[in-house]
């Protein structure tokens, strides 16, 4: 894999976690809404959400990730 393949890769990755990030977050705030905090949906997608929140807090501490991006 070549460099410039390794970044790509790298950047592809970092859209795909932002969107999972943004459409969980989504799901949960429809939920909350709802009053659906206290379901086991509700319960793994939160779980989901801190999970990819630490990849992308791993890709702001590496300098991979613009320190004006959302992320919490």
């Known amino acids: 894999m070549s460099e410039a393949e390794r970044l790509a ?3 592809a990755m970092l859209a795909a976690v932002q969107k999972q990030y943004a459409e969980t977050t989504a799901r949960m705030d429809k939920m909350k809404l709802e009053g659906k905090v206290k379901t086991a949906t509700y319960r793994q997608l ?3 959400k801190l999970s ?3 990849v992308l807090t ?3 501490v590496y300098g991979l990730l613009p320190k004006d991006v959302e992320t919490k």
Do not use: H, I, P, S
Request: charge should be negative; proline fraction near 0%; charged fraction near 35%.
């Open 9 to 11: 890769a790298f950047e």
């Open 46 to 48: 939160f779980a989901r």
């Open 52 to 54: 990819l929140q630490d």
């Open 58 to 60: 791993l890709y702001e």
